[in-house]
């Protein structure tokens, strides 16, 4: 008898400190995947976060605001972990202080750039889509330029990021990938 | 001696008071004849066209208008959005006006491989378009021989 008691009893601690530990996960999971927190370090608040607040995706006409976790972290739950894994290696290079002036920052540009684009390129931009998908999307009431290009870049099986680059932070040195963007220098 | 001095006095009280009236109503502040009190007036706000074909020109050597909205458009030392469609690596691919060959010569004449440092900053000479009115009549007219018949 008194086993039994002792076994419902401990049942019961399990799933008292179960709804603890469960709430709590996702509790610092919510609190850690808000623009608030993104912009507690001066990394991101001067550099992207200054960036960002100056384009289209923090302030327009319908006032429809993506901040920095809407396109930076997944919404599906085991994409979600993964990312949130790899962030521990944010926050050793937070302390190793890779990024922590606007000159080291700008000498990294291109490589997390590239970090960004090449996983945006993998999960065929599944960020963008959250909010931006082909299936809903009506060319007619787009510009002669959009339209064509969207029409194309459907057809040929392209992703958002391989054309819209750029649009929420400033670019990296670009004349790496194509020479015919950037000025010239000297070279007669 | 007399009459010079008398005359001096009479210039100098006319303009005492002839000078605050006419200075009064020279002196203009930038926000026009509005009192502090009141409201300033508003400029109307204007929202850039939506995109169209090319607009034609209205002179031989006038730089093309942008028939098209540029909001955002990063144009600096890294990266020029502009020549993203309009180089003359990609006009082809985003059917695009190819930007002129003169762009690519320096002020000495020399020509580079790349667009110059002085044609870099495409606005500077080509500009989107608002629907504004002329604030003056003008009668000017493109000459018979760019005017599309």
Redesign the interface.
């Known amino acids: 008898m008194a086993i039994k008691r002792s076994v419902i009893a401990l049942l019961f601690i399990g799933f008292i400190a179960g709804i603890l530990f469960w709430g709590g996960f996702n509790a610092a999971m919510e609190m850690t995947n808000n623009e608030a927190f993104c912009i507690t370090c001066h990394e991101m608040k001067e550099n992207v976060y200054a960036e960002y607040r100056t384009t289209i995706h923090y302030a327009n006409r319908t006032g429809v605001r993506a901040t920095c976790p809407d396109c930076h972290v997944p919404r599906e739950w085991t994409h979600k972990m993964v990312r949130k894994i790899q962030a521990s290696n944010e926050l050793w290079h937070k302390m190793m202080g890779t990024i922590d002036t606007r000159e080291k920052f700008e000498a990294h540009r291109l490589e997390l750039a590239q970090n960004v684009w090449r996983t945006m390129k993998r999960t065929d931009s599944r960020e963008c889509r959250n909010c931006h998908d082909f299936g809903s999307m009506d060319y007619t009431k787009q510009g002669r330029r959009g339209r064509t290009q969207h029409e194309e870049g459907l057809a040929a099986g392209k992703t958002c990021i391989d054309c819209h680059k750029g649009i929420a932070h400033q670019l990296p040195n670009m004349g790496e990938m194509d020479p015919s963007v950037i000025v010239g220098e000297g070279q007669k | 001696m007399k009459r010079r001095v008398i005359s001096v006095l009479i210039c100098v009280l006319a303009g005492g008071l002839v000078l605050p009236v006419l200075g009064k109503a020279e002196v203009q502040s930038l926000r026009g004849a509005t009192p502090i009190e009141g409201g300033a007036v508003e400029p109307e706000v204007q929202t850039w066209q939506?995109?169209?074909?090319p607009i034609d020109r209205d002179f031989v050597q006038q730089p093309p208008l942008i028939p098209?909205?540029i909001?955002?458009y990063?144009v600096?030392?890294?990266?020029?959005?502009c020549?993203?469609c309009h180089?003359?690596?990609?006009y082809k691919q985003?059917?695009a006006t190819k930007i002129s060959q003169t762009h690519?010569s320096d002020r000495d004449g020399?020509?580079?491989?790349?667009?110059?440092?002085r044609r870099?900053f495409c606005t500077q000479c080509h500009v989107p378009q608002v629907d504004a009115k002329p604030l003056v009549e003008n009668t000017f007219k493109p000459v018979e021989a760019i005017t599309a018949h």
């Open positions: 939506p995109d169209r074909e098209h909205q909001d955002g990063q600096n030392l890294k990266f020029n959005k020549l993203s180089s003359w690596a990609n985003a059917k690519f020399d020509v580079h491989a790349n667009v110059a440092a870099y």
